[in-house]
């Protein structure tokens, strides 16, 4: 194992450490945890402590909340604690009957373990092997309790037997040991860094979940399939869902074979013949460090001998070295790295960085592991020293693979350690990088920069030359080419009818189509071999889903649409998981695919940089569009490349959603931030190409109100924008100062009626947004933009009760100067207005026309049903507006943060307050999926399995049926609560 620097952390800022010292040790007094300041001198703990609470919120975080045990730190070796919190799980959790109770324990021993390993990091206690062979090892404690917790309660409620060498039979009795998880067939192997006992601070843990069907007893109703799909779940829910205490693990099952089509847990059996069938090279270097962690121990040892010839082959396999290539490629494509760098260097997935250690040992194991056992080891520097061993590595470039190694790992661990991010990148801004330089020991940031490019020149320069690129792009292995494409083929009709498609001719005939070149993608030689490569693989892909053969056409009404083949086809080579995305999306959502099919350079988007990151930068964005819109030549380009900017992100936004990266409320906030950016860069270039004609009106100003979905930030990819223009005259000259001058009235008037057009406008890119007018005040009888005098007026005298809840959601988006405070100040003072003698009634009237127009009793029509978002939204209003003059902090703008509001308010009692915020949370979730596949239609039925499994995925149940069950009791308690507040108070006064 490479040696450890003892580089000691510094406190950023002196004065700061001391105040939080100073703040600690009081905490220590007020709650009688005696002795601490002597023990903390008398173990050199002091200067620690310093940079702790300057450097690390997260741990000063710990410190703070456990001051009791902080004194056992400072008191006790560290090992000895360690090893002391790993005997207690192993003596508690066993006899833990109840789920809840099992997370509180860990997640408190997770603090605990943080702690410990953090100050023998962060002390140079311990070297690098013991503290991530600590880390793992609770790990692999915490995943094997659990596993066993949960396999009792299989065995209490009668589904799995009692393995037979159990003395007490009586299940109720058994204590969920390690030991009792033997014989039941079920076994957990870790997978990367925690199979290669490598976890590092902040680390995910992979997992693949098998089961082997000739040793499990299942004595359940369903099978035994159905029980360990479920129990897995319970074990990804237990480690990683974050609750008051935290979380344990980030959990990971997509290593396990072909993730996207399988079930969480498989058959031992259906693993090894995917492995030996259609296993890949990546994978076999995932299988290097795989090992059995939890469950049935022996069974997993024993599948991992039976694919040994799938992971260590016999002969020397050159071809591994060209998949090798791929998967650094396609890491160094997805992540969109840079040259070696210090401010944002990705330590990880960069150039020079542990990624490429891992690959550097990897490489000689997957060529010459199978004929020289020596070389099959798990962790990587013991990997490295067993290839300076067989003489294939110098032990002068060992010696700098190593040293680099530790110096990673110690600065990746440092990174996490900060706020307990997964994170290996480094900061972009200055106070980032001082926080981080001083938690590295360096006082100089210089010197840290210089020594981190030192390791990452030395690491990409041994890795470069060992690894060039292949000059073999241009040919495609043999045994690929499935589908010759001169005559139908009988053995291929076969492959295509076993793989699930009902029409087998009709696939090939398609297939014939792109190898005969008859679409424009397909015309080139290299387009048409690079695709025939993957047609196997397209024909699984599509086969995953309900109806593959309407999927698989789909995809073809896609690729005859694409303009070229080549980008596409290259792409998917090097990232086979694009494959997989696209099928997901054309055998899933059906209505995301047709936008695709109408517009595939979106497809350019997802191969760029943060496309999978769930949070949206504003800034960031707003600069993006910026940059595009200045290669704009003219005012047609710059709606173009506006429309092209929106698609990208309202695509990015619904693979999100679809893959499950987010939530419908960070979908919803993530689609707000891009119209709000749109709707503000958009401005500018209207008011730019709108005074060329008629000038300016100067001292005059201007504002975009927003109400309904864009106001609460709950926008979806084909909401409508809800829009009013507000303008303050002020002191204005009467007219423009343009070479074509418009009176105040009628400059804003166009002005306004431009900038819609801009945004509904069909160019060759289609449209940006519909823009809805209705709500602003005088409905379509109003003018299209209203003073602010108007404005106020119209809200204090005339407005409707109705008028006034849409107002509740509303939000100045882009104003000039002080007409945006003005406008706020506006809408409280008539949202605070008292004397609202009819609210009840015109409130529960209002409710009842809607649904007079729009209801129906489709479960899945979430939003006009009785116990739908609506009824949640009129509920929000209705309170917002009853005691919004008592309580003017109630007022936001969003749905769910208005739930939250009233709630803490005490306006909701805590039962309602909690089912109208799962109910309309569960709902969102479920209208954004629904609408994600099936538009705003959304017609449910039977054979839409792909979409069906999702769903059921995503909402944790096992059928259709269930999930139908579980909307309508939703439903129906959301309902009564509407009856509750509004609908029967209405009707008894």
């Not at 040994?308 to 650094?328: G, N, Q, T």
């Not at 480094?426 to 330089?437: K, N, Q």
Request: charged share 25%; aromatic share 10%; net charge negative.
């Amino acid at each position: 194992m490479a040696e450890i620097s003892t580089f000691f952390p510094l406190a950023t800022n002196q004065t700061d450490a001391e105040g939080k010292f100073a703040d600690f040790i009081k905490l220590c007094q007020d709650q009688q945890v005696t002795d601490i300041a002597t023990l903390i001198n008398q173990n050199n703990y002091l200067y620690l402590l310093y940079a702790i609470f300057t450097d690390s919120p997260y741990l000063s975080r710990l410190l703070f909340r456990d001051v009791h045990f902080a004194k056992e730190i400072f008191s006790q070796p560290l090992d000895v604690l360690f090893e002391k919190t790993i005997k207690n799980l192993l003596a508690t959790l066993p006899d833990e009957k109840d789920t809840a109770q099992v997370m509180r324990i860990l997640r408190q021993s997770k603090s605990q373990v943080a702690l410990i390993i953090s100050f023998a990091d962060l002390s140079g206690q311990w070297p690098l092997d013991k503290i991530t062979g600590s880390l793992t090892e609770f790990a692999e404690t915490s995943v094997s309790l659990v596993v066993s917790h949960l396999l009792r309660i299989e065995m209490i409620k009668g589904n799995l037997a009692i393995p037979g060498h159990i003395a007490d039979r009586e299940a109720n009795k058994l204590r969920a040991t390690p030991d009792m998880s033997k014989g039941t067939g079920y076994v957990v192997l870790a997978m990367g860094k925690m199979g290669g006992r490598e976890l590092n601070y902040s680390s995910d843990i992979d997992l693949i979940v098998l089961y082997d069907k000739d040793i499990v007893r299942y004595t359940g109703r369903k099978t035994a399939q159905d029980m360990f799909i479920k129990l897995t779940r319970n074990l990804v829910k237990i480690m990683q869902e974050r609750t008051a205490e935290g979380y344990v693990f980030r959990t990971d099952l997509r290593l396990r074979p072909d993730p996207g089509a399988t079930a969480v847990a498989l058959s031992m059996e259906g693993a090894e013949i995917y492995y030996q069938s259609m296993g890949l090279n990546w994978e076999r270097a995932a299988m290097i460090k795989a090992r059995p962690v939890a469950g049935d121990i022996a069974a997993g040892y024993e599948f991992l001998s039976r694919i040994k010839s799938f992971v260590w082959r016999k002969h020397l396999d050159y071809v591994a070295l060209e998949d090798i290539y791929a998967i650094k490629k396609l890491i160094h494509q997805h992540h969109g790295h840079k040259e070696i760098c210090f401010a944002g260097q990705d330590i990880k997935l960069g150039h020079g960085g542990i990624r490429e250690i891992e690959f550097y040992a990897q490489i000689f194991q997957l060529i010459a592991g199978g004929r020289e056992p020596d070389l099959q080891v798990a962790p990587t520097c013991e990997a490295l020293n067993a290839l300076e061993k067989a003489g294939k590595l110098s032990e002068a470039d060992n010696l700098i693979l190593q040293r680099a190694y530790g110096y990673y790992r110690r600065l990746e661990h440092r990174l996490q350690m900060i706020n307990d991010d997964q994170t290996h990148v480094m900061p972009d801004s200055a106070e980032d990088l001082s926080r981080i330089t001083s938690f590295m020991g360096y006082k100089d940031q210089r010197d840290f920069e210089q020594e981190l490019d030192h390791h990452l020149r030395n690491v990409h320069r041994l890795f470069t030359d060992l690894l060039k690129e292949s000059h073999q792009d241009d040919e495609v292995d043999d045994h690929l080419l499935a589908f010759p494409p001169d005559d139908y083929n009988k053995a291929s009709l076969q492959v295509i009818s076993e793989a699930g498609y009902e029409d087998p001719k009709a696939i090939y005939n398609i297939i014939q189509a792109w190898l005969l070149g008859r679409y424009r993608a397909c015309r080139t030689e290299r387009a048409r071999k690079l695709l025939h490569g993957f047609v196997p693989e397209i024909l699984r892909n599509f086969s995953r889903f309900g109806d593959p053969d309407s999927s698989f056409k789909r995809f073809d009404k896609f690729l005859s649409r694409l303009p070229s083949g080549v980008q596409l086809f290259s792409f998917i080579k090097a990232q086979p998981w694009l494959l997989e995305l696209l099928s997901e999306i054309i055998g899933i959502a059906p209505n995301l695919a047709e936008q695709l099919a109408k517009r595939p350079l979106l497809l350019d988007a997802v191969v760029n940089n943060n496309f999978f990151e769930a949070s949206f930068n504003r800034e960031g964005l707003r600069a993006h569009l910026k940059d595009q819109l200045a290669l704009a030549q003219d005012f047609q380009d710059i709606l173009d490349i506006s429309r092209k900017w929106a698609s990208e992100h309202k695509f990015q936004v619904g693979v999100q959603i679809l893959r499950n990266n987010i939530d419908a409320r960070t979908a919803g906030k993530n689609l707000s931030m891009v119209a709000d950016i749109i709707l503000e860069v958009m401005l500018a270039e209207v008011k730019r190409e709108f005074a060329r004609k008629h000038g300016v009106i100067e001292g005059a100003q201007f504002a975009i109100f927003a109400l309904g979905k864009l106001g609460g930030r709950e926008l979806t990819p084909t909401s409508d924008l809800d829009l009013v223009f507000i303008y303050d005259p002020g002191q204005a000259p009467p007219f423009s100062n343009g070479t074509k001058a418009l009176s105040i009235n009628h400059y804003f008037a166009r002005l306004s009626q431009q900038f819609i057009n801009a945004l509904t406008a069909m160019t060759g890119e289609g449209k940006l947004y519909e823009v809805d007018m209705r709500l602003r005040p005088s409905g379509n009888a109003g003018p299209i933009a209203v003073t602010l005098q108007g404005f106020e007026t119209y809200q204090m005298n005339d407005a409707w009760t109705w008028e006034h809840l849409a107002l509740t959601r509303g939000r100045t988006i882009v104003a000039d100067a002080e007409i945006g405070k003005k406008i706020s100040q506006i809408v409280q003072t008539a949202l605070k207005d008292s004397n609202r003698q009819n609210l009840l009634h015109d409130t529960a009237d209002m409710r009842e026309k809607l649904f007079n127009e729009f209801g129906t009793k489709d479960i899945w029509a979430v939003k006009h049903i009785r116990g739908g978002l609506v009824d949640i939204e009129f509920i929000c209003q209705y309170l917002l507006l009853k005691y919004g003059s008592q309580y003017p902090e109630i007022f936001v703008t969003n749905t769910l943060d208005q739930i939250s509001t009233l709630k803490k308010n005490h306006i909701l009692p805590d039962y309602n307050g909690n089912m109208l915020y799962h109910g309309c949370d569960f709902m969102q979730n479920l209208q954004a999926v629904l609408r994600l596949c099936l538009g705003d239609e959304i017609k449910l039925s039977e054979n839409q399995q792909g979409l069906i499994d999702t769903l059921c995925e995503r909402f944790d149940v096992d059928t259709l049926e269930q999930l139908a069950q579980k909307v309508t009791e939703i439903q129906k308690n959301i309902y009564g609560i509407y009856r509750e507040i509004i609908e029967c108070p209405a009707e008894k006064s």
